[in-house]
Nanobody, 122 residues
Framework: QVQLVESGGGLVQAGGSLRLSCVAS????????MGWFRQAPGKEREFVAT????????YYTDSVKGRFTISRDSAKNTVYLQMNSLKPEDTAVYYC???????????????WGQGTQVTVSS
């Protein structure tokens, strides 16, 4: 089992920044690829970013490329999502997830956090 706890969400004005953190406990963190997903009210959960177990490769959905950066610190068992130039359409609950390989598909991840709310005001 892997337990994931997100933090860092909040209310920010458009153009602002937030950094989300996801701390993992349980099984070896470095064995897992990590992903960030988000879900806005009335919408399906969507892929945001993912990073390989080594941190060598990252992938992003087109709408956040150039604005968001995913990274991981294995010594701290933590994955981050740095979000810059935030837009109102980024408003959602953000979830981190752990899986055996990088993927855009939520169903391929084995473990999920409880989510953290990000609200971007215009």
């Amino acid at each position: 089992q892997v337990q994931l706890v997100e933090s860092g969400g909040g209310l920010v004005q458009a153009g602002g920044s937030l950094r989300l953190s996801c701390v993992a406990s349980g099984r070896t963190f470095s064995n897992y690829a990590m992903g960030w997903f988000r879900q806005a009210p009335g919408k399906e959960r969507e892929f945001v970013a993912t990073i390989t177990w080594s941190g060598a490769r990252t992938y992003y959905t087109d709408s956040v490329k150039g604005r968001f950066t995913i990274s991981r610190d294995s010594a701290k068992n933590t994955v981050y999502l740095q979000m810059n130039s935030l837009k109102p359409e980024d408003t959602a609950v953000y979830y981190c997830a752990a899986g055996r390989e990088v993927s855009y598909v939520s169903g391929t991840y084995d473990y999920w956090g409880q989510g953290t709310q990000v609200t971007v005001s215009s």
